[in-house]
């Protein structure tokens, strides 16, 4: 079913030693979540979640492994991978800013050019969001055991921030899909250059070092493991 996916985003996580792998144990954990609620009967087509997991995995291992070429908002997040003054935090958003805001539509986008109706989508676009969403607590947990200001962060609220900012931007996401799909060739690939360029414009803001910011960030960081292959197996919870 997802076995294959996700052999391979563990083995993306563990390959790295930077902070590029943390992003790829999340979603290993999430496309096994996924399985699992497959598994469980959760969907009404489990075969239809399946190819929709698989197809939206293959949009981020794809640049990875030479298949597709790497977006600006990837490189973005890639960029800043070995940066040991961002928090840990950080380089998930980033990589999660990559995948929802630009990625995801263009899954949308494929799959209802290869005979899908938007109407159909829907419900699978949503359910992979809300399977991210479930995965976030778990992740927050585990992080919490070698960084406890993430703890501390939950507690002020931290999560419901994280949670509202991925309905954002599912909401976005699906709003950028509906707008490319509707488009003709020619001007589908202006369009999702456009959209490449707005989603690398936040991963910059994400990644913000300048003054007062780097500041406010320096003590959690100081906190956090500076081993980026330690917190990348924790990451990986019971995948690792």
Do not use: K
Not at 87 to 106: C, S
């Amino acid at each position: 079913m997802l076995e294959s996916t996700i052999d391979e985003l563990r083995s993306t996580a563990l390959a790295a030693d930077d902070a590029s792998g943390y992003f790829a144990a999340m979603y290993a954990r999430v496309t096994d979540r996924v399985q699992t609620a497959i598994g469980e009967g959760r969907f009404g087509d489990g075969a239809r979640m399946a190819t929709f997991a698989r197809t939206f995995a293959d949009w981020y291992l794809g640049p990875r492994s030479g298949v597709r070429p790497q977006p600006a908002c990837w490189r973005a997040a890639d960029d800043v991978a070995g940066d040991r003054q961002l928090l840990i935090v950080q380089h998930l958003l980033l990589g999660i800013n990559a995948h929802v805001n630009h990625d995801l539509p263009q899954v949308v986008v494929e799959l209802a050019d290869a005979g899908a109706s938007l109407d159909g989508l829907r419900p699978d676009f949503d359910a992979i969001n809300d399977l991210l969403a479930e995965t976030q607590p778990d992740i927050l947990r585990d992080l919490g055991r070698v960084a406890g200001w993430t703890q501390l962060a939950v507690a002020w609220g931290g999560g419901r921030m994280f949670g509202f900012s991925l309905d954002r931007a599912r909401d976005q996401a699906w709003q950028s899909a509906v707008r490319l799909h509707a488009l003709d060739q020619q001007t589908r690939v202006v369009d999702a250059a456009e959209l490449d360029s707005l989603v690398s414009v936040v991963a910059y803001v994400v990644a913000n070092r300048r003054a007062p910011v780097s500041w406010l960030l320096r003590v959690p960081r100081w906190l956090e493991p500076d081993d980026p292959t330690a917190v990348t197996r924790l990451l990986l919870g019971h995948l690792a």
